[in-house]
């Protein structure tokens, strides 16, 4: 019974398909023949320009923004400008700041000074109590080599004679010591007493200051003695004082036809450390009225 079933039902479905698709092949038909394809021919020009009237833009105008109560002007529509004055404070004025002054032109490099021929390193004592019986470290710059040596004593290979040695005992208001020991030599190439103080470097009297600039990478300038005028691409200047000690130079910078006043500053060299005392070297004749004592520029 089964089996007839199946092919009972099997029938029935080939038949449903078979209608299917036979109303479907005929309502095809009836589409194509209600809507035959149409040939359409454009025209030569089937679309012509129009011209449109050019529309100018309407002038308006802005009433001028009027004051508020802070005093600010200011209105609807009015750009926010906003303005710092010469103190740091907002306006509503423009404000621009004043031209800066040109650069002094030049720097001081550094102060160049030979030491003396013999320096002193140090000593040991025998007897505290005798300064005599004491042997002295000395140093022979140019020969590169120490020298020991005693009071009275002649060194022939370095040219001088130790003539004395002597230690000076300070006490401060607690007490504390503090000393100084000196030491007297004949400068057998000179025939000159020189004092050498233990811990003290000792140069000889002249120097070298070297100026440079950072505007011209070129500027090399060595100067020797005080006043000295020198000129460069940046200008003319004069060498009025130098202080060794603390490496200072004290120059001035002539006016030129851009600048109508002359400059008076006060150099540093670079990478020098000051100390608490100064030498300062002065021109030997009568300096200009600007040439005053260094320390009164700061």
């Given at each position: 019974m089964n089996?007839?079933?199946?092919?009972?039902?099997l029938?029935?479905?080939?038949?449903?398909?078979a209608?299917?698709?036979f109303?479907?092949?005929?309502?095809?038909?009836a589409v194509?023949?209600?809507?035959?394809?149409?040939d359409?021919?454009?025209?030569?020009?089937?679309?012509?320009?129009?011209?449109t009237?050019s529309l100018?833009?309407?002038?308006?105008?802005w009433?001028e923004?009027?004051e508020?109560?802070?005093g600010?002007?200011y209105?609807?529509?009015?750009?926010p400008?906003i303005?710092?004055?010469?103190n740091?404070?907002f306006s509503?004025?423009?404000?621009?700041p004043?031209?800066?002054p040109?650069?002094?032109?030049?720097?001081l490099?550094q102060?160049?000074?030979?030491?003396y021929?013999?320096?002193?390193?140090?000593?040991m004592q025998?007897?505290?109590?005798?300064?005599s019986?004491?042997?002295?470290?000395m140093?022979?710059?140019e020969?590169?080599?120490q020298?020991?040596a005693?009071p009275?004593e002649?060194?022939?290979?370095?040219e001088?004679?130790?003539l004395?040695f002597?230690i000076e005992?300070?006490?401060?208001e607690n007490n504390n010591?503090q000393?100084?020991a000196?030491?007297?030599?004949?400068?057998?190439r000179?025939?000159?007493e020189?004092?050498?103080i233990d811990?003290e470097?000792?140069?000889?009297?002249?120097?070298?200051?070297?100026?440079r600039?950072?505007?011209d990478?070129g500027v090399?300038i060595e100067?020797t003695d005080v006043?000295?005028d020198?000129?460069?691409?940046?200008?003319h200047?004069?060498?009025?004082e130098i202080?060794l000690?603390?490496?200072?130079?004290k120059?001035?910078?002539h006016a030129?036809?851009e600048?109508?006043?002359?400059?008076?500053?006060?150099?540093k060299?670079?990478?020098?450390?000051?100390?608490?005392?100064?030498?300062i070297?002065m021109p030997?004749t009568?300096?200009p009225?600007?040439?005053?004592?260094?320390?009164d520029m700061?």
């Amino acid at each position: 019974m089964n089996k007839i079933y199946d092919k009972l039902l099997l029938a029935i479905a080939v038949l449903l398909l078979a209608g299917g698709v036979f109303l479907y092949l005929q309502k095809s038909d009836a589409v194509t023949s209600l809507n035959p394809s149409i040939d359409v021919q454009p025209a030569d020009k089937p679309y012509l320009p129009e011209t449109t009237s050019s529309l100018s833009p309407a002038e308006v105008n802005w009433p001028e923004a009027s004051e508020q109560s802070t005093g600010w002007l200011y209105d609807v529509f009015t750009p926010p400008k906003i303005f710092i004055d010469e103190n740091g404070q907002f306006s509503e004025e423009g404000w621009e700041p004043p031209v800066p002054p040109p650069p002094f032109g030049i720097y001081l490099a550094q102060i160049e000074r030979k030491p003396y021929r013999i320096q002193i390193e140090g000593y040991m004592q025998e007897d505290p109590t005798d300064a005599s019986k004491v042997l002295l470290l000395m140093f022979d710059e140019e020969a590169q080599k120490q020298v020991l040596a005693r009071p009275g004593e002649e060194k022939p290979g370095a040219e001088f004679k130790l003539l004395s040695f002597d230690i000076e005992r300070l006490y401060d208001e607690n007490n504390n010591i503090q000393k100084t020991a000196r030491a007297t030599i004949l400068d057998q190439r000179s025939g000159e007493e020189v004092v050498l103080i233990d811990g003290e470097r000792r140069y000889d009297s002249g120097f070298t200051a070297v100026i440079r600039s950072d505007e011209d990478a070129g500027v090399n300038i060595e100067l020797t003695d005080v006043p000295s005028d020198f000129n460069c691409p940046t200008g003319h200047y004069t060498l009025l004082e130098i202080s060794l000690v603390e490496s200072l130079i004290k120059v001035t910078k002539h006016a030129t036809e851009e600048t109508e006043e002359s400059e008076i500053r006060i150099l540093k060299a670079r990478g020098a450390s000051p100390s608490s005392t100064a030498e300062i070297i002065m021109p030997e004749t009568n300096a200009p009225e600007e040439a005053e004592n260094i320390f009164d520029m700061f």
